[in-house]
């Protein structure tokens, strides 16, 4: 990728880890771990300190990007695939070429409002975005600078 900062999009369910558990995480930051889909690894590890970070309640009513977060410590092994007591042990990745990695982010800020899926649907300035894209699973993916900066209008101007 280019150099500068990039924009990304990262998805978890609400009740696994939450906007409000990084809010109240040591230092307001967490190891983003468990990731086991190559193309969204391939992402992480393009991922730089300073990249900004849309948080994203999956799994959730109704689903909705919460807020803002930011990379503070680009990619590195995750220790999560090493651990078999751990749900995310991957017993064929070995310790001399990890085949998983984590990024950590920071807490930035909360959404005074949730900005929830169908509201980002209703938008034709964000019909290109990968979350709107039919069938798309990724848990986390990129951002193009116009969506980001649509996304944050509508968290400034959107009362629920």
Known sequence: MAEGRHYWLMKSEPNVFSLDDLAQAPKQTTAWDGVRNYQARNFMRTMKTGDQVLF???????????????????????PTQFDPHDAHYDPASPTDQPR?????????????????????????????????????????????????????????????
């Not at 309640?57 to 990379?71: F, I, K, L, T, W």
């Not at 930035?108 to 039919?134: C, H, I, Y």
Request: aromatic share 8%.
């Open 56 to 78: 994203y309640h999956s799994n959730a009513q109704p689903p909705c990007v919460m807020g803002v977060a930011e990379v503070v410590k680009p990619a590195y092994p995750d």
């Open 100 to 160: 998983w990695d984590v990024v950590d982010i920071r807490f930035v800020r909360k959404f005074d409002v949730p900005l929830s899926l169908d509201l980002l649907r209703g938008q034709a300035s964000l019909n290109g975005m990968e979350l709107l894209r039919k069938g798309s699973r990724l848990s986390v993916q990129p951002v193009k600078p116009s969506e980001w900066n649509e996304i944050l209008r509508l968290a400034r101007t959107h009362r629920d």
